[in-house]
């Protein structure tokens, strides 16, 4: 059973910009979370997904930022017009429920914004 | 807000115990994990605590509790090179993972 994957690995992006970065969950997996590592700081929820659904956004900038998980194909986490301050790792998790104990997570995208 | 701190840097020698260390404010947690990740892979879970409980013990890796002070510890046992990755404390006020907040991660340099 393949792993959590995302893709690309690396992404690099000219200012204004858009971004695509992609997760496939686990097999059998329905609920999918993003976070976002900022250099030298700790892992930021950004959005919880379920299919076809966006269950909790909190975490999620309020402007040029999108995600979507269709309910065939990856997941998808748009960021539109990039700026410096989008670097970061980009990191997606998957799970059979929405309980944070069973949570596995990708090997995360690096963007960077030049 | 909800703050988790770790020290960023931890050596220690092949074969000793290390200690990785994690701080965090919100008294109301009530799960608190570690992840490890290693270079270019993903975060994978190792373990977890409810908050009544002081320690937890899982072949090598012990992990205590001081609810009191809110900080938190992860003791692996017999370290080896295959420890060397980035610890991250995380913390929660239940076990939906929406409401994890991480810590930044300690990396683990474990020397011949």
């Known amino acids: 059973n393949a792993g959590v994957m995302q893709n690309p690995r690396h992404l690099v992006r000219r200012r204004g910009q858009e971004a695509r970065l992609r997760c496939s969950p686990m097999?059998?997996?329905?609920?999918v979370y993003w976070y976002r590592q900022l250099p030298e700081e700790g892992l930021k929820f950004m959005v919880y997904l379920q299919k076809e659904n966006i269950i909790d956004e909190s975490g999620m900038p309020k402007e040029r930022f999108s995600a979507e998980f269709p309910k065939e194909g990856p997941s998808i986490l748009r960021i539109q017009q990039v700026v410096r301050g989008d670097s970061a790792a980009y990191f997606c998790?998957?799970?059979?429920?929405?309980?944070?104990?069973?949570?596995?997570f990708g090997p995360g995208t690096r963007l960077t914004v030049l | 807000g909800e703050d988790v701190e770790q020290s960023l840097f931890l050596s220690v020698r092949e074969g000793d115990s290390s200690v990785i260390n994690c701080t965090y404010t919100d008294s109301s947690s009530t799960y608190l994990y570690w992840y490890k990740q290693e270079p270019g892979a993903g975060l994978q879970l190792l373990t977890y605590i409810f908050s009544n409980m002081d320690m937890k013990q899982d072949q090598r890796l012990t992990v205590l509790l001081n609810k009191k002070d809110k900080h938190l510890s992860l003791r692996i046992a017999d370290t080896q090179t295959g420890d060397s990755a980035i610890y991250f404390c995380a913390e929660s006020p239940d076990n939906y993972g929406q409401n994890f907040v991480f810590g930044p991660g300690t990396r683990l340099s474990v020397l011949p």
């Open positions: 097999k059998g997996h329905s609920h």
């Open positions: 998790a998957s799970s059979p429920t929405q309980y944070g104990d069973t949570q596995y």
